[in-house]
Nanobody, 124 residues
Framework: QVQLVPSGGGLVQAGGSLRLSCVAS????????IGWFRQAPGKEREFVAA????????YYADSVKGRFTISRDNAKKTVYLQMNSSKPEDTAVYYC?????????????????WGQGTQVTVSS
């Protein structure tokens, strides 16, 4: 079983940058696809980005492509989400998730383990 602890959220001005981290414990980290999802007030949780076990493949929602970068360090059991050129619509609680049998990394149901969220607020 994998435990995930996200961090790095906070308040940033539009156009600014934040880096989220998700540290894992338990399990063999390199066996898991890791995804970032977010949920804004009154909205459903949505896919943001995901990275394959080796880090060789990455996936992004159209809304963040070109602005966000996902990466991982398997030795440190950590996945990062670099958020650049932030927009007010990026405001949400961000969650990291892990799955060992993820077929479609954009689908929430493929992930078995979820961390608690970290709040990101982008002011205009």
């Amino acid at each position: 079983q994998v435990q995930l602890v996200p961090s790095g959220g906070g308040l940033v001005q539009a156009g600014g940058s934040l880096r989220l981290s998700c540290v894992a414990s338990g399990g063999t980290f390199s066996r898991y696809t890791i995804g970032w999802f977010r949920q804004a007030p009154g909205k459903e949780r949505e896919f943001v980005a995901a990275i394959s076990r080796s880090g060789g493949s990455t996936y992004y929602a159209d809304s963040v492509k070109g602005r966000f970068t996902i990466s991982r360090d398997n030795a440190k059991k950590t996945v990062y989400l670099q958020m650049n050129s932030s927009k007010p619509e990026d405001t949400a609680v961000y969650y990291c998730a892990a799955g060992s049998q993820v077929v479609n990394p954009r689908i929430l149901s493929g992930y078995a383990y979820w961390g608690q969220g970290t709040q990101v607020t982008v002011s205009s």
